[in-house]
């Protein structure tokens, strides 16, 4: 079985740009990936068609560890971009080898590890401001069965808050607390927003609300202050979806700079590399729960992980707070109920993309707010959450 042909395939979905791809093969099996990369969709379409085709053409694809170990080795230059395209072709060659067995893609990886795969929300915010907006809308999350959500706080802040922004942040933390009760899991997303010593205070003063972690507090590109903070404070850190090389993550783990690694699948590598990533985890009794904030197919990898791995703790959910017409891009998959994810056992990932529906929902320039800017605050997920709700 060789690899003949590489397509790719732009749809909006609302606050992205989601890019999908299809891999081909001469004998007439077709595997799907994801490549999504915020304000970036474009550049990695155009890497996926200039480098990354003449790579996979021809090649069997069954050689995951060739195929993909060869590219990480030549790209030679680094960065989110470049291992984003790698990824998601990385995702398209299991989906490929699931058909070619008969057997889902998490069976060739391990097999189940998990009778359950518990999920959290994220996305489901958005125009919340004053802290009883956020308990309303944490009160319809728990309404609809999940037990862990999470949330940014923080509004635009950068580095250092003053004592206003700090309580205001403090009090919609206390506010959701009360709202879901204590039997709820919080997650505090921090987005890399504050310096090392501003992060501490917050963090402290955080660990009364009883946190399942706080993500991110500094820059991602800096482990070693992420290992200061987290070796100060008791409250769990989690990080990692913004790192992309193995090597990074071997220095995360190794100093013991989180309690939860998020690597994110369609981001560092693939699948397989994230199998790699999981099992240096475990040998420092460091958990696992994947960063998955994009679309259905980059999902759909990530809950194939979660199956077979033994260190998986909870799973990102955007998929009930995203547009209404998310699902139909994938032919109406869809793997949540009441807060849980759950997988059924078709070949490959189990789901495949609709180019008619993805044709009617074409690409929008800059789609993505910056997360310091007023506008992330205002219109993020709004519409969706109103879609979504009816659909």
């Keep these: 079985m060789k690899i003949t042909r590489l397509e790719t395939f732009l749809a909006n979905g609302g606050l992205r740009n989601y890019l999908f791809l299809r891999l081909h093969t001469d004998d007439g099996l ?7 990369l915020e304000w970036q969709e474009k ?8 480098w990354v085709e003449r790579r996979v053409i021809g090649r069997d694809p069954f050689d995951v560890e060739s195929v993909v170990g060869g590219m990480i080795r030549d790209q030679y230059q680094g960065g989110a971009t470049v291992m984003t395209a790698i990824s998601g072709v990385e995702i ?3 989906d490929i080898i699931g058909k070619a067995c008969g057997q889902p893609v998490y069976r060739l990886l391990g097999g189940r590890c998990h009778e359950r795969l518990p999920a959290y929300a994220n996305g489901w915010y958005g125009g919340a401001d004053a802290p009883r907006d956020f308990a309303e809308r944490a009160r319809v999350v728990v ?9 940014d706080p923080f509004g635009v802040a950068w580095k250092d808050m003053s004592a206003q922004e700090s309580a205001l942040a403090l009090e919609r933390v206390a506010a959701v607390r009360e709202a879901v009760g204590p039997s709820v899991q919080i997650m505090v997303e ?3 927003r504050l310096s090392a010593g501003c992060a501490l205070d917050i963090i402290r003063n955080l660990e009364r609300y009883q946190p399942a972690w706080c993500e991110e507090p500094v820059v991602p590109e800096s482990i070693e202050l992420l290992a200061e903070v987290k070796h100060k404070v008791q409250a769990p850190i989690a990080a990692g979806e913004r790192l992309y090389t193995a090597a990074d993550f071997y220095r995360l783990i190794s100093r013991r700079a989180v309690d939860v690694v998020q690597m994110d699948i369609a981001h560092c590598g693939g699948i397989l590399q994230s199998k790699k990533i999981a099992a240096t985890a475990a040998m420092q009794d460091i958990r696992v729960a994947p960063h998955c904030s994009i679309g259905p197919v980059a999902l759909a990898a990530a809950l194939h992980f979660d199956m077979c791995t033994s260190n998986f703790m909870i799973q990102e959910a955007f998929g009930e707070f995203d547009v209404p017409w998310r699902n139909q891009l994938v032919c109406g998959w869809n793997p949540i109920a009441h807060g849980e994810f759950f997988l059924v056992d078709k070949p490959g990932l189990g789901l495949d993309i609709d180019v008619d529906v993805i044709a009617e929902h074409p690409y929008v320039s800059n789609a993505f707010p910056s997360l310091w800017d007023d506008a992330w605050v205002r219109d993020f997920t709004q519409e969706r959450n109103s879609g979504a709700a009816r659909g």
């Design 30 to 36: 077709t595997g799907v990936g994801e490549a999504t």
């Design 43 to 50: 550049t990695v379409e155009t890497l996926l068609h200039e």
């Design 92 to 94: 398209a060659l299991w």
């Design 143 to 151: 309404g609809r069965g999940y037990r862990a959500l999470k949330f």
């Design 190 to 192: 921090f987005h890399g």
